[in-house]
């Protein structure tokens, strides 16, 4: 799939109430474009898909940590030269990772706002779930998305730890080898969206996909609606 958009997207008539829903388009595993008729903004271009390589027009680029399947870093730098005005957003050990290739990434520091046009995109976070004792955690932010008064969109990287306030809807990894069902429901639960999509999911098969699904909207309830939106759909809020 290769998306573009042509120069008629911002609309330079427009009044600038930002009250259009705010489209996600999901790209594979944990990759999610965030776009509204003013803002284009990518996070996470990890290995798993090559969905969003050629994509253009991009505003912003957001990591949230440093595992493959979040950043691609070749694929990173390829982006970012078809994409040459996109502010580059990254967690610290991910910003000190590009500076060593050349690009000059805004470290991602947690409380702290970016401004991209007229969106704004909240730092929350800090740690990467822990996946074994063993193994040494590494840092992990979570990227709060709003236009305007447009809805609020989280998107927390590998991590059910922080828990935001006022959440419209929830980007919600839903399996890891760092996660389990009851731990997702939990933290789906405790965020308390409006609705959430499912995302972090490639290592499932469709019937795996619709497994977890059923299960974590079985213990959560028909409140929380986790809408059925696979690797390469999109959905509007």
């Given at each position: 799939m290769k998306l573009t958009v042509d120069s008629g997207?911002?609309?330079?008539d427009a009044v600038l109430a930002y009250s259009d829903p705010v489209q996600l388009i999901r790209l594979g595993h944990a990759a999610l474009l965030f776009e509204t008729p003013y803002v284009r903004v990518?996070?996470?271009?990890?290995?798993?898909?090559?969905?969003w390589h050629h994509l253009t027009d991009l505003d912003a680029v957001a990591v949230t940590h440093q595992h493959q399947d979040h950043v691609d870093m070749d694929g990173l730098m390829a982006l970012m030269e078809i994409n040459p005005t996109a502010r580059l957003m990254a967690e610290a050990a991910v910003a000190e990772m590009l500076t060593q290739r050349g690009l000059s990434p805004e470290v991602a520091v947690v409380g702290e706002t970016f401004q991209v046009g007229p969106a704004r995109i909240e730092v929350h976070g800090g740690t990467h779930a822990v996946i074994h004792p063993s193994i040494p955690p590494v840092g992990n932010v979570g990227y709060l998305f709003q236009e305007g008064d447009g809805a609020r969109v989280f998107h927390p990287g590998d991590s059910y730890?922080?828990?935001?306030?006022?959440?419209?809807?929830?980007?919600?990894?839903i399996t890891a080898p760092w996660a389990n069902m009851a731990d997702t429901a939990a933290f789906l639960a405790a965020v308390s969206p409006r609705e959430a999509i499912p995302i972090h999911d490639a290592i499932l098969s469709d019937a795996g996909r619709a497994l977890y699904r059923r299960l974590v909207s079985q213990v959560v309830g028909e409140g929380i609606p986790l809408h059925p939106v696979g690797p390469t759909d999109s959905f509007s809020v």
């Open positions: 997207r911002r609309r330079a990518l996070c996470d271009p990890g290995s798993y898909s090559s969905d730890d922080h828990v935001p306030e006022q959440v419209d809807l929830l980007a919600l990894p």
